[in-house]
């Protein structure tokens, strides 16, 4: 336990912590050598890099103020949210509680669904996967991807007559997580614009949510235009790679010649 002096900050929402300009610490009782096992789990908290390794999972309000309080693992967190990628200069702010404590704590209570404002009045609801992605590491999952109850690995997500193939949903995401690895390779990050020039198939899907996933912007382009149209669009996007079907690359290499970063899928 200690004491010392701090300013408040102005606004807790937009903050990730509460005190600035601490002062004047005072250590006014160490903790027990022998500290008692948790939960709740009490004590020096690890490193940042050791939260950010563990991953999290959302947490109960109640639960959090009732028994997690004084855990080391619970975690009450401001959030910048970017509505509009379009005009990032306009986030919204908000708190968010997660769990970083072993997946076993019998205290551990689901918090409800992380939903996301978009534009034009849209909502994102953050699927129950998101939480065991995170935590997926831990169990043993080497291989960085969501694992699936069998009765949901089955079920078919998309049928691609072309190619006469099926798609569950354990593999649509994997080939989106694929999409995502490959764009953040080429340095691309959140905020960037990425153009989509494809016809209407599973391909298109693929890249447009790992792009999305990445936090990138997706700009997809109609087909049907010309090749001067189709460099207009992708320059004015500000666009720093390009999604395109084999049908399209031909004409593609020939309106964007010197591009550095063109992805074929």
């Known amino acids: 336990m200690v004491s010392g002096e701090g300013v408040p900050v102005s606004n807790p929402r937009k903050e990730p912590v509460d005190f600035y300009k ?4 005072k250590l006014l009782q160490r ?19 050791e939260y950010r390794q563990r991953g999290h999972r959302r947490l109960a309000t109640r639960t959090c103020e009732s028994k997690c309080k004084t855990c080391i693992w619970g975690c009450c967190m401001a959030v910048e949210i970017i509505v509009d990628h379009w005009k990032p200069s306009a986030p919204k702010y908000r708190s968010e509680i997660f ?10 209570k689901a918090g409800p669904r992380r939903k996301v404002p ?7 609801e953050e699927p129950d996967w998101v939480d065991e992605d995170e935590t997926a590491h831990r169990d043993g999952n080497t291989l960085g991807i969501i694992k699936f109850e069998k009765k949901i690995t089955i079920r078919e997500l998309l049928i691609d007559p072309e190619l006469n193939r099926q798609y569950s949903y354990k593999k649509f995401v994997e080939i989106v997580n694929s999409v995502s690895n490959l764009l953040w390779k080429q340095g691309i ?3 960037d614009k990425v153009s989509i020039l494809m016809q209407n198939s599973p391909r298109f899907l693929f890249a447009f949510f790992g792009i999305m996933q ?20 992708f320059k ?11 049908d399209y690359l031909d004409v593609t290499i020939r309106v964007l010649e010197g591009q550095e970063k063109t992805c074929k899928l």
């Open 22 to 25: 601490v002062s004047k610490l």
């Open 31 to 49: 903790a027990p050598e022998n500290e008692v096992k948790g939960p709740p789990w009490e004590g020096v908290p690890p490193s940042l890099e």
């Open 214 to 233: 990445l936090g990138a912007v997706a700009c997809p382009i109609n087909i049907h235009l010309k090749a001067e149209e189709i460099a207009f669009i």
């Open 236 to 246: 004015d996007s500000e666009s720093t790679a390009l999604f395109v079907s084999e």
């Open 99 to 108: 769990c970083y404590g072993p997946k076993s704590c019998p205290f551990y």
């Open 189 to 191: 990050g959140n905020g």
């Open 118 to 124: 978009g534009r034009k009045g849209m909502v994102y």
